[in-house]
C-alpha cells in the first residue's frame, strides 16, 4: 500500500516563499507541495528590488540569527556563482561603497564572517565621492553578492515545478481556511501577513525606485536614504523607507529626491535611460517571523503553520536561510509525527 502523501501548502510566490518551496520540495521525500499565491513574478517584491545581500531594516531581530540565514543564503548564492548559469539567474558579485556621515556608527564585529569581505574605505576611494559641497570622511568597503529576483524567481519557479510541485493562482483570506486541507502551511505572505493572520505588527517600509541603463556603473554606492545598486543588466536608483506608507503609485517629489541624491554620489546617472519606477512595500515588522504556530478549527482539525515573514530592506539577503529553517521545523514536525490535521 502506497504511504499518504504529506501535504504542504506555501503561501505566497515571493523570493521567500519560493526559496522556501524549492528548498522542502528538493528535500522532503513524497510530498504533495503547492505554491498558492495571488501574485507571481515578476509581480512581487523581490523583483522589483535591488537584490543586494547585505542586510537593510531587518528590525531588532536577533543578530546571530540574521548572522546565520545571511551565511546560508551567501552559501548558497556561491555555488550558483560558481555554476555556468548564473549571468542567467542573476547571481553576482557586488562591491560595495557605504559612506557614512561622521555621527553614523558602523560595527564591524556585527558582520565578522558574514560578508566576502569588509574594510574601512581608504581615503583615496573617500574622495572619489567627495565634492566642494560634500566631504566624505569615513565608509566601509564591502565585497557582496546581488541576486537579481526578475532572473532568480522564474529560475525558482521552474525548479520546483519541474520535481513536481504545484501552483495555484489565488488569495487566501485567511491561513485558517486551510485547515483540514493540508497538513502544513508555510506563511509567506510579505506585506500582507496581517491580513491573513492575526499579526498586527506587520507594517509595510514603502521603497521608490528607478531602474536605469547604466552599463558603466560597475560598483554600488550607498549614503544615507540614497543607494545605487548594479544588475546584471540593469542599475536600481533608490530610495526612500516610508513607514507605514501604503502608497504603491511613483511619487515625483520621490523622484526628484532620488535623482537629486544619487547624481550626488555618481553624477553621471542624470544621463542614464531610464527604463522603469517603480513602488515596492518592503514588509516591515519589529523582528522576523520564522516559527511554528499550531491551529485549530477548534473540533478534530489541526494545521501546522510555519511563519516566515517580515524580513523588512533583507528579504532576499536572508531568503535561502530562512527556508534552511523553514525546512528545519518540517523535519522536526515530521520526526515528531505531529501531523494528524487532515480529515
Ligand atoms: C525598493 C526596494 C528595494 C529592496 N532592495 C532589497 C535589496 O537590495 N536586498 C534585499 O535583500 N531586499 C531588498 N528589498 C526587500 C525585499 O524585496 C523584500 O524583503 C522581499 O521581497 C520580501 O519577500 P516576500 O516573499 O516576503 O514578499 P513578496 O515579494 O511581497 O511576496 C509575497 C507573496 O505573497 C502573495 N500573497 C500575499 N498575500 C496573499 C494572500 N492573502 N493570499 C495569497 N497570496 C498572497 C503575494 O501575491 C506575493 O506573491 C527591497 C524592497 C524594496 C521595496
Known sequence: MSEKKLKIAVIGAGIIGCTSAVVLIESIPNVDLTIISEKFTPNTTGDGSGGLIYPYLPGSTDSKRIKKWINDTMAYLKQHFQSSDSGKLGIGLLSMYYLLEDREVFNYSDFDNVMISQRPMTSSELKQFSSPQKQWTKGVYVTTYYAECRKLLPYLLQQFKSKGGKVCQQRVDSVRQLIGKYDIVINCPGVEAGKCTADQSVHPIRGQVYRVSAPWIKHCVMAGNHYIIPNSDTVVLGGTKQLNNWNTNVDPIDSKDIMDGCSQLIPSVRTAQIVDEWVGLRPGRHEVRLEREVISDGQSHQLQVIHNYGHGGSGVTLS????????????????????????
Open 320 to 343: 535561502y536561510g530562512c527556508a534552511q529553517e523553514v525546512l528545519d521545523y518540517v523535519q522536526q514536525i515530521i520526526a515528531s509525527n505531529n501531523v494528524k490535521s487532515r480529515l
